[in-house]
């Protein structure tokens, strides 16, 4: 197959997260529920991603099983099937490793340098020391996830779009230095006229996640570490609970004030859950002061609650027996071993580094 050939029929499709424990709903609104769509039209493979999780926190490991865990709950309970996707631990998978040390080989480190978070999350984590081989070669180790299954899309956020560009370039890196003999064409004479190239590596593509703006509570972006999030294991009460104490427009002080969805946190999750019906009640209702905040709030708490029902339905059975979701990581891990060891057979031939015993060069005559 050539490059282009490969390219073409190319379904494989590869994302991970960090094992950050349980998940918020802006996790499912930004990537879960797009994984659960992809899922049934591509050969997906999602993965834990723990050894990236090492990258910034490699101090203090003691978490990250109990994270992989639950973010694996929330996955099964999102809808993720094991039927249809290979969902796997990075760790497991130890090829990676294998394939990282190659590509860091020939990776130039002015382009490690150059990635925008490389510089931006060295002054941001103050707190810990990032000046560690390991979280420069970050980009690497992502890289390594994505080639080693061939894959030609990958679903991510707008963070992380600057890294599938620099996997692409490495791709490419690889890809003028070594590949894999295709067919051979030979003139009368018997020398070579005509060589085709096998590349080993596509050129992923990102599926950029349709980037839902998910405010948290205190109306700054959702993220676990500002406390503000709503969980995708939240109980009804929980959420209402929390919902009622989320930052409106400022600018509705008194019942009798009108407000503006537009610039209100919680006109921004009416946006995501609610029907375009709802909004436009909201909308009228907010700027004439006919309805007040609590009501609006108990408006997309319902449609909250209600996304969240059959989610943590699911959830319950990987809850009450754990081992359920460790069985099914650890079976993925087995499938993407499989795929990984196919990728690094070609990845070792077409560097001339099989593990066979060196045949005499062929002589020309
Ligand atoms: N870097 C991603 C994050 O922090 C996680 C990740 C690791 C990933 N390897 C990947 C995502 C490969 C997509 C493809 O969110
Ligand atoms: Fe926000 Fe709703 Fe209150 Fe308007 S009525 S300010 S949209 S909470």
Redesign the pocket.
């Known amino acids: 197959m050539s490059a282009e050939e490969k390219q073409v029929v190319n379904r494989r499709v590869?994302?991970?997260?960090?094992p950050t424990g349980k998940l918020h709903i802006g996790h499912y609104v930004g990537a879960l529920q797009n994984w659960t769509r992809l899922q049934n039209d591509y050969d997906c493979f999602f993965?834990v991603?723990d050894w990236?999780a090492l990258t910034t926190d490699y101090a203090d490991t003691s978490r990250v099983k109990g994270n992989i865990l639950e973010m694996a709950f929330d996955w099964l309970a999102a809808g993720l099937d094991p039927e249809k996707a290979t969902i796997f631990i990075?760790s497991h998978v130890p090829q990676h490793a294998e394939l990282h040390l190659l590509l860091s080989m020939m990776t130039p480190l002015g382009w490690l340098e150059r990635v925008p978070t490389y510089k931006e999350q060295r002054e941001n984590l103050k707190e810990k020391d990032l000046g560690t081989y390991g979280f420069l070669g970050?980009p690497v180790?992502?890289t390594s996830?994505?080639l080693m299954y061939q894959?030609g899309f990958?679903?991510?956020?707008a963070?992380?779009v600057a890294?599938?560009e620099i996997t692409r370039e490495i791709a490419r890196r690889f890809n003028q230095f070594y590949w894999l003999d295709g067919e051979r064409r030979y003139t009368l004479d018997r020398t070579l006229a005509e060589e085709k190239r096998v590349w080993v590596f596509p050129e992923p593509q990102p599926l950029l996640t349709p980037a839902a703006k998910l405010p948290g509570t205190d109306g700054r972006k959702m993220s676990k570490s500002y406390g503000n999030s709503i969980l995708l294991s939240d109980p009804e009460v929980e959420v209402r609970k929390k919902l009622k104490t989320m930052v409106t427009d400022p600018a509705r002080i008194r019942r009798t004030d009108a407000g503006n969805p537009d610039i209100c946190p919680v006109g921004d999750l009416h946006k995501i859950f609610s029907s375009a019906e709802k909004m436009a009640e909201v909308r009228e209702g907010c700027t004439t002061a006919g309805i007040g905040c609590i009501q609006c709030k108990g408006w997309v708490a319902d449609n909250i609650v209600t996304v969240l029902n059959p989610i943590q339905e699911r959830r319950r059975k990987y809850e009450e027996n754990p081992k359920l979701a460790w069985d099914i990581l650890e079976a993925g891990s087995a499938r993407a071993r499989v795929a990984a060891d196919a990728t690094l057979v070609e990845v070792r031939e077409s560097m001339r580094m099989s593990l066979g015993y060196p045949a005499p060069e062929k002589s020309a005559e």
């Open positions: 590869l994302s991970g997260m960090r993965f991603a990236h990075q970050y180790l992502m996830d994505i894959a990958v679903p991510v956020g963070d992380q890294h599938v």
